[in-house]
C-alpha cells in the first residue's frame, strides 16, 4: 500500500516541477455522479453512486516548440517534438508540438451499493425497493452483483504528446489540425485505492456505505495508447462578439483497459472563445467586461465502437465478474466555459452536462454526471 502512496507523490512532484515556464497549462478535472441522475429519462438531484461514479484529472502541458524558430531542446518536452515529427504526418503540415503529463483517478460501482436492511426496515416491499433503488440502497449489497458492473478503480499516470497545423480534410481546404497521442500506464485494483476513497468521501458527507469492494476487479496492470485527430471544420472571427467553432475528430484506444474507435462533433458558441489550435500570447487575450474575458456554451456528440473495456468486461488475465458491454455508444455532452485572467495569467473555467448511452447489456438507461474543469495559463 505504502507504495501506491509513494507513486502518486512523485507523480504530485513531478507535475509541480513542471509548471514554471512562460505560457504553459496546468488544468484539474473533477468528474461526479453525486447531484445529476437520469435514471429513466428523469432529472433528479440526488446523492447516489453509481456506474462511472468519480473522476479526477491533473493536466500539465508544456509551451509550444515553433518549428520554424530555431530549434530548442529545453522545448522538447518529455520527446514530444521528436516523437511527433517522426510519426507519420498522415498529410499534416506540422507548425508546432507541445507536450504533457495527466495523473488520474477513475472509480465505478454497480448501481446498488448499500444494502437496505442498514438503512429502513421495509425492506421486502418491492415498491420500497424501487423507490430507493435511486439511492443505491438494495438488497445483498455486500454480494456479487452478477447483472451489474463490477467494483473497479484505476489510478493511472500519462505521457501526452501533440502536434498542431493544417490538413485536408476529407482530401477538401486546408484546415486547422490538432493530433494528439497519449501513452498511459496504470493500476487497476485494490492498489488504485477506490474503497477507501469512497468510503472516506461518503463518511464526510454522511453518505451511505458501500459495502462491496470486496468483489472489485483484481490487480491489473493497466496499459493505454490513445491516438485522435481533431479539425476544425468551421469558425467565425475571433474579433466578433458572438463567435462560433465546429469541430470534428476521430481516434482509436487500445490495450488492456479499452480497445475502441470513435468519432465525434463539438460546436462552441459565446465571446472569447479559447484557443485550443493555437497557442495564444496572454498579452493577446484583451480584457472585457470587469475581467471576464469570455463566456460560452458548447456541445458535442462521441459515437464509440468499443472492442473491449476492462471496466465492464472484467479482469483480461485473471477470473473476475465481468459483463458483455454493449458495441455501439455515444457520450453527449453541454455545458458553459467562463474566461477571466490578468496581464499574465487566464483562467478558463467549464461546467458541463455528460450522458452515456446504455455499456452492458443489463444496464437501467443511460447515466448522467457533471465535470466542472478548471485550467491555468500563465
Known amino acids: 500500500m505504502k507504495s501506491i502512496y509513494y507513486y502518486i507523490i512523485i507523480n ?18 473533477w468528474e461526479n455522479d453525486t447531484f445529476l441522475n437520469t435514471h429513466l429519462s428523469n432529472l433528479w438531484f440526488k446523492y447516489t453512486d453509481r456506474y462511472y461514479t468519480n473522476g479526477v484529472y491533473l493536466n500539465y502541458m508544456s509551451s509550444d516548440n515553433e518549428l520554424s ?80 458492473r463490477p467494483y473497479a478503480a ?19 481546404r486546408s484546415t486547422p489540425t490538432v493530433d494528439t497521442v497519449i501513452i498511459g500506464l496504470g493500476m487497476i485494483g485494490p492498489e488504485a485505492l477506490g474503497e477507501q476513497l469512497q468510503s472516506g468521501w461518503h463518511q464526510i458527507f454522511n453518505g451511505v456505505r458501500p459495502e462491496g469492494w470486496s ?66 500570447s496572454i498579452d493577446s487575450y484583451g480584457t472585457t467586461f470587469f475581467g471576464i474575458r469570455g463566456f460560452y456554451f458548447f456541445a458535442s456528440a462521441n459515437y464509440k465502437w468499443v472492442i473491449h473495456n476492462i471496466f465492464i468486461a472484467g479482469n483480461t488475465y485473471r477470473n473476475s465478474h465481468g459483463l458483455v458491454h454493449e458495441r455501439l455508444q455515444y457520450d453527449l455532452k453541454s455545458g458553459i466555459g467562463a474566461r477571466i485572467g490578468g496581464s499574465k495569467w487566464d483562467v478558463n473555467a467549464e461546467l458541463y452536462w455528460n450522458n452515456q448511452s446504455k455499456e452492458f447489456n443489463n444496464q437501467v438507461g443511460s447515466h448522467s454526471y457533471l465535470t466542472l474543469s478548471v485550467n491555468l495559463s500563465i
Request: hydrophobic share 35%; with cysteine.
Open 154 to 172: 484505476m489510478l493511472m499516470s500519462s505521457v501526452i504528446h501533440e502536434r498542431r497545423g493544417n490538413s485536408k480534410f476529407l482530401s477538401m
Open 215 to 280: 468483489n472489485q476487479l483484481k490487480s491489473e496492470v493497466g496499459l493505454l495508447l490513445h491516438a485522435d485527430r481533431k479539425w476544425r471544420i468551421q469558425s467565425s472571427s475571433k474579433d466578433s462578439f458572438l463567435a462560433h467553432e465546429v469541430d470534428t475528430s476521430l481516434g482509436v484506444d487500445l490495450g488492456n483497459i479499452y480497445s475502441q474507435a470513435e468519432a465525434g462533433i463539438s460546436g462552441r458558441l459565446g465571446f472569447g472563445l479559447p484557443e485550443t489550435f493555437y497557442d495564444e
Open 12 to 29: 504530485l512532484l513531478f507535475l509541480s516541477g513542471l509548471f514554471a515556464d512562460k505560457h504553459e497549462h496546468l488544468s484539474v478535472r
Open 69 to 148: 524558430r530555431v530549434q530548442n531542446t529545453d522545448q522538447n518536452f518529455l520527446w514530444s517534438k521528436s516523437l511527433m515529427q517522426f510519426l507519420p504526418k498522415l498529410g499534416m503540415e506540422i507548425e508546432r508540438t507541445r507536450g504533457g503529463f495527466q495523473l488520474e483517478h477513475q472509480m465505478y460501482t454497480p448501481a446498488i451499493i448499500a444494502s437496505c436492511d442498514n438503512y429502513y426496515r421495509f425492506c421486502n416491499n418491492q415498491r420500497f425497493l424501487d423507490y430507493i433503488f435511486d439511492y443505491g440502497i438494495g438488497k445483498d449489497a455486500d454480494q456479487l452483483q452478477v447483472n451489474d
